[in-house]
C-alpha cells in the first residue's frame, strides 16, 4: 500500500514551515522540509567556493550532498557532512542561495529521489514549492498555502529579528516580490499549484485555523 503524503506547497512566508511542523507532531508522521534541501545545496556552494550559477559544480554538488535530517526538542536539525548548518541556513543569504541553485533542473532532478525517500509509514508531511506538482503527483491531499506579500514580509521580519537579524520590512517586501517572480517564472517546476490542490489564503488566518482546515480537508479525504 502506498504511504499518504499531505503536500503544503506555497510562497515563502506564508506559514508552510510552521503547519507542516504542527500536522507532523499531531499525526506522527514524518516531514520533509524540501526548500532545507535546497538551502543545503546553496549552503555547500558557497562552502566549495562554486558561484549559485556554475551548473555543472552546483550539479555535481546536488548528487553528491551528505546531509541528514534528525528530530530535536526545536525542531529538524540539518548536518552537511556531519556538520550542523540548522542556523546557518535559514539565513536570508540561505534563502537567496537555496532560490538561485532551485532553477537549474539537473539539481530539482539530483534532489528528487532523496525527497521521495522521507516517504514513510505511516505517513508524510511534505513542505516545498513543487511537492503535489512534480515530487508526490499522486498525493491525496494537496494544500496550496499563500498569503498576501506584505503579510509573508511582516512575518519573515518577526523571523528574522528572533534570529538576531534585523532587515527593514521594505527591503523584506522587495525580497519576497522578487524570490516570489523567479520562483513563479523559472522554467523548472515553476511554483504554481497543482491542478487539484486546495488553496487556503493565510493572510488573515491564525496558524490554529489553517491547521483545523487542513485536518478537516484531510478527514474528508480519508
Ligand atoms: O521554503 P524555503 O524558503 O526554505 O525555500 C527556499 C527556496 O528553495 C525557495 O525560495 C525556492 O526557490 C526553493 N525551493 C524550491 N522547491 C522546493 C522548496 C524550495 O524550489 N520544493
Not at 555543472?56 to 535530517?69: E, H, K, Q, S
Not at 525517500?117 to 508526490?136: T, Y
Not at 522587495?174 to 487556503?200: H, K, W, Y
Request: some cysteine.
Amino acid at each position: 500500500t502506498r504511504v499518504p503524503v499531505i503536500c503544503i506547497d506555497g510562497p515563502s512566508g506564508a506559514g508552510k514551515g510552521t503547519i507542516s511542523q504542527r500536522l507532523s507532531t499531531q499525526l506522527h508522521w514524518h516531514l520533509l522540509d524540501s526548500g532545507a534541501l535546497y538551502r543545503v545545496v546553496g549552503h555547500a556552494c558557497t562552502l566549495a567556493g562554486a558561484a549559485w550559477d556554475d551548473v555543472p559544480a552546483v550539479t555535481a554538488i546536488a548528487r553528491n550532498l551528505d546531509v541528514a535530517f534528525s528530530s530535536t526538542e526545536a525542531g529538524v536539525a540539518v548536518a552537511l557532512s556531519g556538520e550542523d548548518v540548522t542556523d546557518a541556513i535559514r539565513s536570508e543569504f540561505g534563502g537567496q542561495g537555496a532560490s538561485a541553485v532551485a532553477v537549474i533542473p539537473e539539481v530539482r532532478e539530483a534532489l528528487l529521489a532523496r525527497q521521495r525517500e522521507f516517504a514513510r509509514a505511516p505517513g508524510l508531511i511534505a513542505d516545498g514549492r513543487d511537492m503535489g506538482s512534480v515530487v508526490f503527483p499522486d498525493a491525496p491531499l494537496k494544500i496550496f498555502l499563500t498569503a498576501s506579500a506584505e503579510a509573508r514580509a511582516e512575518r519573515r521580519q518577526v523571523q528574522l529579528m528572533q534570529r538576531g537579524e534585523s532587515v527593514s520590512l521594505p527591503r523584506l517586501l522587495g525580497a519576497i516580490q522578487e524570490r516570489d517572480a523567479r520562483d513563479s517564472n523559472r522554467d523548472a517546476s515553476p511554483l504554481v499549484p497543482a491542478d487539484d490542490a486546495t488553496t487556503i489564503d493565510s493572510t488573515r488566518l491564525s496558524i490554529d485555523a489553517v491547521l483545523s482546515r487542513v485536518l478537516n480537508e484531510a478527514a474528508s479525504r480519508g
